[in-house]
């Protein structure tokens, strides 16, 4: 069984990564050899708009706890105040102008004694940042996911292309072979016609396929960031094993407790659960220590002279702060209200995301048995249909079959031959999206699939 990786980021390597990257995609260039789906896998996480977006949004929702963490350490102030003043003192039968710079100085330090919210809110970003990894860990998954695709419909476009050459190919034989028989009189017209006919229609079919092919190669591109040469194949005598274990029943277990969904949902649930004891919070008191230095200027007229003069004015100030709410208009209590219905959602959520990854990994554990079935089937199939093939050509070569039944067989043997090709990158995929509803794709487990590729 695969265990799914639950490192994050791994902070301070991108440059080298993104380095090696480089080298590496350059080397493939120069020596023209295959590109693969793990090299792309490295090249996509350097590049993909999507997975840089979710990383970055990991880094900012990481700095959530540290936040929360701040509420619980001390806050420490310093103000300063400066005045510019003009006063006139009019006493004694006298009358003084004075201008003063007086300053306020003050350093107010602050530590939360007793704030029960706060602590609670500290518990919810811890549980928050394990929430953000899991997005980000589905976002692994979902580029995974999104460059396989690519990768295998850009496969399956070039064994299309390929197929429709080979096909027009065959058929222009025939129909070569047609008109030297319609020249010597063993054959009809309707036979060169019946070949003429096939063989324009592949050609439009082989436009067709050239243009999926354009498509396809630009959506790879566009997740990779780079151009894309050769890619690596599968091998047409890969045999594709059927996945471990092999019950839906146990994949719906797994999918159950380690779906990255179910586990946000799990995770969302204690959250609720935490917002429900901040309403009741609510009903306590906060405690508070509080210091202060201040320091400041006053000025004083002197009676004697008749002049005033200024002095300094120390004070050094500590003390405790307690607020106790008595009566918030009812506010308290429908908080608590709301935040309970709020934590009964999460509960049904955390059911639901449950059900759903279970059904999930059922339904595509069943894909993945009917896929391997029908590349079975498809693979008998093909020998089956080459076999008649060769029959029909045989039969048509001592007049016993007619042209259009050599066309027939050779357009079902190509058929057969796309649609095998198509069902084994389709189980490929399954077997992949098997592997993300239970929480386990990773990049060993792109590895494996890597391994059956060849250039």
Not at 50 to 71: H, I
Request: hydrophobic share 40%.
């Amino acid at each position: 069984m695969i265990q799914p990786d639950r490192s994050s980021l791994q902070h301070g390597s991108s440059g080298l990564k993104g380095l090696l990257v480089f080298l590496g995609l350059a080397l493939v260039h120069t020596l023209g050899l295959s590109q693969n789906l793990a090299g792309l896998y490295e090249m996509a996480k350097q590049r993909d708009s999507t997975y840089l977006a979710a990383a970055s949004q990991l880094k900012a929702d990481l700095e959530t706890k540290n936040q929360a963490f701040a509420a619980l350490l001390p806050n420490i102030n310093l103000n300063a105040r400066i005045e510019k003043q003009e006063n006139t003192y009019d006493a004694f039968g006298m009358s003084i102008d004075a201008s003063r710079n007086p300053g306020t100085y003050s350093l107010v330090l602050n530590q939360a004694l007793f704030r029960p919210q706060a602590w609670e809110s500290y518990k919810q970003s811890q549980l928050n940042g394990e929430i953000a990894k899991l997005s980000f860990r589905q976002a692994e998954q979902d580029l995974i996911l999104r460059l396989s695709r690519a990768y295998f419909d850009l496969l399956a476009a070039q064994d299309e292309l390929a197929n429709f050459r080979d096909q027009k190919q065959a058929i222009a034989e025939q129909l070569s072979f047609a008109k030297a028989s319609f020249e010597v009189g063993s054959a009809t017209i309707t036979d060169q016609q019946e070949a003429q006919a096939r063989h324009d229609l592949v050609v439009a079919q082989e436009l067709a396929a050239e243009n999926q092919l354009a498509v396809r190669l630009l959506q790879l591109e566009t997740i990779v960031g780079s151009p894309v040469d050769k890619l690596a194949a599968l091998p047409p005598a890969t045999q594709l094993s059927a996945p471990t274990p092999n019950t839906p029943n146990a994949w719906a277990e797994q999918a159950r407790h380690n779906n990255v969904l179910a586990q946000q949902a799990q995770l969302s649930q204690l959250i609720a659960k935490g917002e429900v004891k901040k309403a009741h919070y609510g009903h306590l008191p906060t405690l508070d220590l509080t210091a202060q230095v201040v320091e400041s200027e006053q000025q004083i007229f002197d009676g004697n002279n008749g002049r005033p003069f200024d002095i300094g004015v120390d004070s050094t100030t500590i003390g405790l702060v307690m607020n106790l709410p008595i009566f918030s208009g009812g506010a308290t209590q429908s908080k608590v209200r709301q935040q309970a219905a709020l934590l009964e959602k999460a509960l049904n959520n955390v059911d639901q995301a449950k059900q759903n990854a279970t059904q999930t990994a059922k339904a595509t554990f069943l894909q993945v048995q009917t896929g391997l079935a029908q590349v079975k089937a498809l693979e008998t199939a093909v020998a089956s249909s080459e076999l008649a093939l060769q029959s029909n050509k045989t039969a048509y070569d001592v007049g016993i079959r007619i042209n259009v039944d050599v066309l027939n067989a050779q357009q079902q043997f190509n058929a057969v031959q796309r649609d095998l090709s198509k069902a084994k990158y389709t189980s490929l995929i399954n077997m992949l999206e098997l592997q993300a509803v239970t929480g386990q794709l990773d990049a060993t487990a792109l590895q494996q699939i890597n391994s059956l590729l060849t250039d």
